[in-house]
């Protein structure tokens, strides 16, 4: 049977893709999934045509040695050494660090994708507590809780950051490389909202709605549907359901309105966030993770749910 140039597993039906000349199974068929850009780098890399059909079956190294003038470090590896398989495509393919400038690699769809991961983080946060404040300057009314509107700005804008965090973490974990990406669509959304939250503000007119969402953790070597790939997606809406958890703790603890009603406040925000990133829907979290374990999914999205509802309750109380 014919193999997937991604992830090696066997299959009768292999779907052909024309940027990069190479077959894959039906999970890694999109170019997304088999991150088609890598590959098309890196076969230039190795001065590989594109055309290069799949090979039928991985090569798997002997432990004999190897004949006279030929050095096993050249060998192409496909597989172990007792036979098992590994990944089809190899690793080698991907640079030591492929977000360096000099790794050879393009990021399409990314802005500024080869400066600093500080610099990425810095701007979209501070896009996300600049949307926040516009946002929520109706909600805090009363000139005498000025403070409330920057408190809540920054919850909003760490609601954001921790889960983006929780991806990172997770899949620096497993030994993957990965750096929070600013995305051009979502920055282009993301200006959008913020001219939008610009002119409410000017006009005194009701919040429009919107989208913010300049960028994203950016994960290298994840397959569609895998335990690695669940728990890295599954990290971000859990670090809100802890992290929401937390502050709605803290706001029954803190017996002084309006501080305590700011308070649900951000933990609804934590709630909301996670709650919209496990819809099983395009890139959000949620799909990959109903793939994988639909336990774990059910699990965390009920809680995320039930808690918003909560939130939500005690907000209009």
């Not at 990069?20 to 999934?33: F, T």
């Not at 920055?187 to 429009?208: E, K, N």
């Not at 496990?278 to 799909?287: A, E, K, N, R, S």
């Amino acid at each position: 049977m014919a193999i997937c140039y991604h992830c090696g597993r066997e299959t009768s039906d292999l779907y052909y893709c024309s940027k990069c000349g190479q077959s894959y199974c039906s999970l890694h068929k999109e170019p997304v999934d088999h991150e088609c850009n890598i590959v098309i780098e890196s076969l230039k890399l190795q001065q590989i045509p594109l055309s290069s059909t799949y090979i039928d079956a991985p090569q798997i190294i002997s432990t004999q040695s190897t004949q006279e003038g030929v050095n096993s470090s050249d060998m192409i590896v496909r597989g172990t050494i007792d036979g098992t398989y590994t990944w089809y495509r190899q690793e080698k393919q991907i640079p030591d660090n492929a977000f360096d400038p000099d790794s050879g690699i393009e990021f399409k769809g990314i802005f500024l994708a080869h400066k600093s991961e500080f610099l990425h983080f810095l701007i979209g946060v501070i896009l996300i507590f600049t949307i926040g404040i516009i946002s929520f300057y109706k909600i805090v009314f009363n000139p005498d809780y000025i403070w409330a509107l920057f408190m809540l700005a920054g919850f909003y804008a760490t609601a954001f950051l921790f889960h983006e965090l929780g991806h990172r973490q997770v899949a620096i974990h497993f030994g993957l490389q990965t750096k929070f990406r600013l995305l051009t669509f979502g920055m282009l959304l993301t200006g959008i909202t913020l001219a939008m939250g610009l002119f409410t503000l000017v006009t005194l007119s009701d919040p429009l709605p919107g989208l913010a969402l300049p960028g994203a953790v950016v994960v290298l070597g994840l397959d569609k549907v895998s335990r690695k790939t669940g728990l890295c997606k599954a990290a971000g809406p859990l670090v809100n359901l802890i992290y929401g958890s937390i502050i709605l703790i803290i706001s029954f603890l803190v017996p002084i309105y309006p501080l305590n009603y700011f308070i649900v406040i951000a933990a609804y925000f934590n709630f909301m966030l996670g709650t919209f990133n496990m819809l099983p829907f395009g890139i959000l979290d949620g799909q990959n993770i109903w793939k994988w374990n639909k336990k774990v999914y059910l699990l965390l999205m009920t809680s995320l749910l039930v808690l918003l509802i909560i939130t939500l309750m005690i907000i209009y109380a």
